[in-house]
């Protein structure tokens, strides 16, 4: 099932409401990460680094691809340019 675009807008505000998952993303600005490229950088167990990238995932705000048996995550940009479109509406008078 496909999620509505507020719904999917909503996802990314929470995705971005932590500082776990900003720091994630400041590592994926640079360029694509493995997931375990990942957890490296972070002193948290897997299964904490899997949730904040599935979180991530939902929000639209990083894209997941498999190659082979590693999974490749990048920025979407074009997410990241819509909510900070919204973050410039609330500033407008």
């Not at 904040?52 to 490749?72: K, P, S």
Request: glycine letters at 6%; aromatic letters at 4%.
């Amino acid at each position: 099932m496909r999620k509505r675009a507020e719904d999917r807008r909503a996802d990314a505000w929470v995705a971005l409401a932590d500082g776990t998952r900003r720091e994630i993303l400041e590592l994926l600005r640079r360029r694509p990460h493995t997931a375990g490229e990942i957890a490296d950088q972070f002193e948290l167990t897997g299964a904490t680094i899997s949730h904040h990238l599935a979180v991530l995932r939902e929000g639209g705000l990083v894209l997941c691809e498999r190659r082979a048996q590693t999974l490749i995550y990048s920025l979407n940009a074009a997410a990241l340019h819509e909510a900070a479109k919204q973050l410039m509406h609330y500033a407008k008078r």
